[in-house]
C-alpha cells in the first residue's frame, strides 16, 4: 500500500506562483510514475504533469511552460510547481503515483485532493 499526503494549494490571484508538494509513504518499491492530475467543476480528471522514475517529464499542453514537476529523489517527495497562473488552472488537484504489477498491469494511488483557487 501507499500513502500519498498532499499540501500546498489555496488561493491565489492571476499571475501568482504556488508550489504543490506530494509525500509517498508505505511501500514505494514498485512505483514507476508520479504526477499531478486536476479537475475542475465539471469536468474530467485530466493530467497536468507526470515524472517517470528515470527522470523524464511530460505536460498538459494547457500548462507547458509555465508549470515544473520535480521531486527530491528517487521515492521522494514531488513538487509541482505553479506560476504565470490563471483562472483556468483553478480545479482540484490531485497526486498520483502509478505503481507496476505482475503481468505488465499497473495500479494508481491517489491522494487526497488539495484545491487551487486563482482569482482574476
Known amino acids: 500500500q501507499v500513502q500519498l499526503v498532499e499540501s500546498g494549494g489555496g488561493l491565489v490571484q492571476a499571475g501568482g506562483s504556488l508550489r504543490l508538494s506530494c509525500a509517498p509513504s508505505?511501500?514505494?518499491?514498485?512505483?514507476?510514475?508520479m504526477g499531478w492530475y486536476r479537475q475542475a467543476p465539471g469536468k474530467q480528471r485530466e493530467l497536468v504533469a507526470g515524472?517517470?522514475?528515470?527522470?523524464?517529464?511530460n505536460y498538459s499542453s494547457s500548462v507547458k511552460g509555465r508549470f515544473t514537476i520535480s521531486r527530491t529523489g528517487p521515492k521522494n517527495t514531488v513538487y509541482l510547481q505553479m506560476s504565470s497562473l490563471k483562472p483556468l488552472d483553478t480545479a482540484v488537484y490531485y497526486c498520483?503515483?502509478?505503481?507496476?504489477?505482475?503481468?505488465?498491469?499497473?495500479?494508481?494511488?491517489w491522494g487526497q485532493g488539495t484545491q487551487v483557487t486563482v482569482s482574476s
Open positions: 498520483n503515483a502509478q505503481e507496476s504489477r505482475p503481468y505488465g498491469l499497473t495500479y494508481d494511488y
Open positions: 508505505g511501500n514505494t518499491t514498485r512505483i514507476n510514475t
Open positions: 515524472l517517470a522514475s528515470g527522470g523524464s517529464t
